[in-house]
Nanobody, 118 residues
Framework: QVQLVESGGGLVQAGESLRLSCVIS????????MAWYRQPPGQSREFLAG???????TYGDHAKVRFTISRDDAKNAVYLQVNSLKPEDTAVYYC????????????WGQGTQVTVSS
């Protein structure tokens, strides 16, 4: 059973940085895409960034400037560096893993809360 465990969230001050981590376990196959999403209070979940098994990164409109995604296949981990945090970054941040040979192929973590105070 594939499990994703996020860490690194918490309460931070505006202007600070943080690094979210997600460790993915239990997969028998290559993890094709690792990604991060977030869900602000009262809003729908939005795509932030993804990185393929070949190292190609993609960023959503909200994450093109202050966010950096990276993956470590030796650790089956994906990271999200967020700089210059703003109160509007307050959200639950979710890790996602797409494993195309698996059924189901889409897997989610339980989420980690990030709260940015002004």
């Amino acid at each position: 059973q594939v499990q994703l465990v996020e860490s690194g969230g918490g309460l931070v001050q505006a202007g600070e940085s943080l690094r979210l981590s997600c460790v993915i376990s239990g997969s028998r196959y290559t993890i094709n895409v690792m990604a991060w999403y977030r869900q602000p209070p009262g809003q729908s979940r939005e795509f932030l960034a993804g990185v393929s098994s070949g190292g190609i990164t993609t960023y959503g409109d909200h994450a093109k400037v202050r966010f950096t995604i990276s993956r470590d296949d030796a650790k089956n981990a994906v990271y999200l560096q967020v700089n210059s945090l703003k109160p509007e970054d307050t959200a639950v941040y979710y890790c996602n893993a797409d494993i195309y040979n698996d059924d189901p192929w889409e897997h989610w973590g339980q989420g980690t809360q990030v709260t940015v105070s002004s």
